[in-house]
């Protein structure tokens, strides 16, 4: 069956500091592929997607990339603030109404 | 519309009682979803409704959970004779009928089976 698997945290930064999520899944044909996020005391919010190969996702400084040879969604940013402290997902979708495959979560803790 | 309400928000009951959660979904969002999340994990999916007919469930909803989504509009989640396994955060989704639109989140019910 399809599954996403995600780097496990805490993942620990100092602010303006680079950050990498490494997501990869598996799922038969062309899925779309989603990072939510989930700030403390908040439900979950879409940060960004990608519908097809190769497409790049952007959103608050946060980028992803659908990378279909390597099967994996990557998400990064640049220069993180404190306020990025959250729960990040990764969640892939295989049929057009949308039922979501979501990996375990990274939580990302950004120290001033 | 201020998005996907979810009631109550946290729900304490002992083994063996049953639990009803609701959702109200975003006006006019024609497909519903509920989610289970266990702490440290990512929300597991258990069931999804098109307008009021549910078009599928997960083999995780056992025979002790039941949802319904009269007149298509908001939904119940029934648990019945709560075992502590059913800990966990319950989320609802909704969505408009339209391919590759995102699933807008409520905040969760969070129920504790003591």
């Known amino acids: 069956g399809d599954s996403v698997t995600q780097m496990e945290g805490p993942v620990t930064l100092s602010e303006e500091a680079f950050l990498t999520i490494n997501c990869t899944y598996t799922?038969?044909?062309?899925?779309?592929l989603f990072w939510y996020v989930q700030y403390p005391g908040e439900g979950l919010q879409l940060l960004l997607k990608?519908?097809?190969?190769?497409d790049k996702g952007s959103n608050k400084g946060f980028e992803a990339t659908y990378r279909k040879e390597t099967t994996s969604f990557h998400l990064e940013k640049g220069s993180v603030q404190v306020s990025d402290s959250a729960v990040y997902f990764c969640?892939?979708?295989?049929?057009?109404?949308?039922?979501?495959?979501f990996g375990a979560g990274t939580q990302v803790v950004v120290t001033p | 519309d201020t998005g996907v309400s979810q009631d109550p928000r946290h729900k304490i009951t002992k083994r063996g009682q049953n639990v009803t959660f609701r959702c109200d979904p975003i006006s006019e969002h024609n497909r519903l979803y509920w989610y289970r999340q266990t702490l440290g994990q990512g929300p597991e999916f258990l069931t999804y409704?098109?307008?009021?007919?549910?078009?599928?469930k997960s083999r995780l909803l056992s025979d002790r959970f039941s949802a319904e989504r009269p007149k298509g509009s908001f939904s119940t989640l029934e648990i019945q004779r709560t075992e502590q396994g059913d800990s966990a955060m319950y989320l609802c989704?909704?969505?408009?009928?339209?391919?590759?639109?995102?699933?807008?989140f409520g905040q969760g019910t969070r129920l504790t089976v003591v």
């Open positions: 799922a038969t044909g062309y899925p779309s």
């Open positions: 989704a909704s969505s408009p009928r339209l391919e590759d639109t995102e699933a807008f």
């Open positions: 990608a519908t097809k190969a190769d």
């Open positions: 409704f098109q307008n009021e007919a549910q078009l599928e």
């Open positions: 969640a892939l979708k295989r049929n057009s109404w949308g039922k979501l495959q």
